[in-house]
């Protein structure tokens, strides 16, 4: 019990880590922001403590199913992280941010094709807005989207080289998928398989839909320019953190029903071994 609580207090400390690192990092943040934000992070440690340390499962997916949901913290804070940096390159340069902006940009170019999602991701911007800070965007744009797509090589090596979730033991759906119910009908491989190619497709349209949707919804509002150094980061990161969690989900989702599929068909050998032998 004493080691639930202890570790529910470490992710707790982590979550607090990530939310706050763009206003440590970036300077001349105002009061109103640092206590939105300090708010936000109370709230999410707060959640993510009763989460982990609690015996019965919420929301949080995956809880007891390593390395699942580190392998996202990581990305996320890697995201966060780098574009912070990159959003204070300009004010504060130096040899790491220029390197990481050189590094996003060159990235970003080379992926910044009609149609993309970056290039999409730009077009969201306003006409008249100032060229370097549509670079400074790009720039974002192609780390989060590097970050994203690694993240997903990762975890599809891991599944091919450890056997997640195999090499944790036993899977308990219940407490790693508290969303999904087992018994609200029909076959749980079906069910699972659908909404992991649900997962799957969602992720794939999202960094194409969210630009979209979000110009669509400023044409009646002021327009979305993000010159906010924080709004910029979390926007990005969001635009590209969720498609890659919604990846690994399906993904997941999906390796889950091949396993119970498969647990069933050695079931049904030993049913029928055990008939052969009587």
Same mark, same amino acid.
């Given at each position: 019990?004493?080691?639930?609580?202890?570790?529910?207090?470490?992710?707790?400390?982590?979550?607090?880590?990530?939310?706050?690192?763009?206003? &440590?990092?970036?300077?001349?943040?105002?009061?109103?922001?640092?206590? %939105?934000?300090?708010?936000?992070?109370?709230?999410?440690?707060?959640?993510?403590?009763?989460?982990?340390?609690?015996?019965?499962?919420?929301?949080?997916?995956?809880?007891?199913?390593?390395?699942?949901?580190?392998?996202?913290?990581?990305?996320?804070?890697?995201?966060?992280?780098?574009?912070?940096?990159?959003?204070?390159?300009?004010?504060?340069?130096?040899?790491?941010?220029?390197?990481?902006?050189?590094?996003?940009?060159?990235?970003?170019?080379?992926?910044?094709?009609?149609?993309?999602?970056?290039?999409?991701?730009?077009?969201?911007?306003?006409?008249?807005?100032?060229?370097?800070?549509?670079?400074?965007?790009?720039?974002?744009?192609?780390?989060?989207?590097?970050?994203?797509?690694?993240? &997903?090589?990762?975890?599809?090596?891991?599944?091919?080289?450890?056997?997640?979730?195999?090499? %944790?033991?036993?899977?308990?759906?219940?407490?790693?998928?508290?969303?999904?119910?087992?018994?609200?009908?029909?076959?749980?491989?079906?069910?699972?398989?659908?909404?992991?190619?649900?997962?799957?497709?969602?992720?794939?349209?999202?960094?194409?839909?969210?630009?979209?949707?979000?110009?669509?919804?400023?044409?009646?509002?002021?327009?979305?320019?993000?010159?906010?150094?924080?709004?910029?980061?979390?926007?990005?990161?969001?635009?590209?953190?969720?498609?890659?969690?919604?990846?690994?989900?399906?993904?997941?989702?999906?390796?889950?029903?091949?396993?119970?599929?498969?647990?069933?068909?050695?079931?049904?050998?030993?049913?029928?071994?055990?008939?052969?032998?009587?």
């Amino acid at each position: 019990m004493v080691s639930k609580v202890a570790g529910a207090l470490v992710r707790a400390m982590l979550v607090i880590l990530v939310i706050a690192t763009p206003s &440590l990092m970036i300077p001349g943040v105002g009061a109103d922001t640092t206590q %939105i934000v300090a708010l936000v992070a109370l709230f999410a440690a707060a959640l993510t403590f009763f989460e982990y340390a609690s015996t019965y499962p919420g929301l949080i997916e995956f809880r007891d199913a390593p390395p699942f949901n580190r392998i996202r913290y990581v990305s996320l804070l890697m995201t966060v992280l780098l574009l912070s940096i990159v959003a204070i390159s300009r004010a504060e340069p130096t040899t790491l941010t220029r390197f990481i902006e050189v590094l996003g940009d060159s990235v970003a170019r080379s992926i910044d094709v009609p149609y993309s999602p970056v290039r999409l991701l730009v077009l969201m911007l306003p006409a008249d807005a100032d060229p370097q800070h549509v670079n400074m965007v790009r720039t974002a744009a192609g780390l989060s989207y590097m970050i994203s797509l690694m993240t &997903l090589g990762y975890f599809v090596v891991i599944l091919r080289t450890i056997g997640w979730p195999n090499s %944790i033991g036993g899977f308990n759906v219940w407490v790693n998928l508290p969303t999904f119910d087992p018994t609200a009908g029909g076959d749980v491989v079906e069910r699972l398989r659908r909404d992991a190619w649900f997962n799957v497709a969602l992720g794939f349209v999202l960094p194409f839909v969210i630009p979209a949707l979000v110009k669509l919804v400023s044409t009646g509002f002021a327009p979305v320019t993000l010159v906010s150094p924080q709004t910029m980061i979390w926007t990005v990161t969001a635009w590209a953190f969720l498609p890659a969690s919604l990846f690994m989900r399906g993904i997941a989702m999906g390796r889950i029903a091949t396993m119970i599929e498969q647990q069933r068909a050695l079931n049904n050998q030993a049913e029928q071994e055990g008939f052969a032998a009587a």
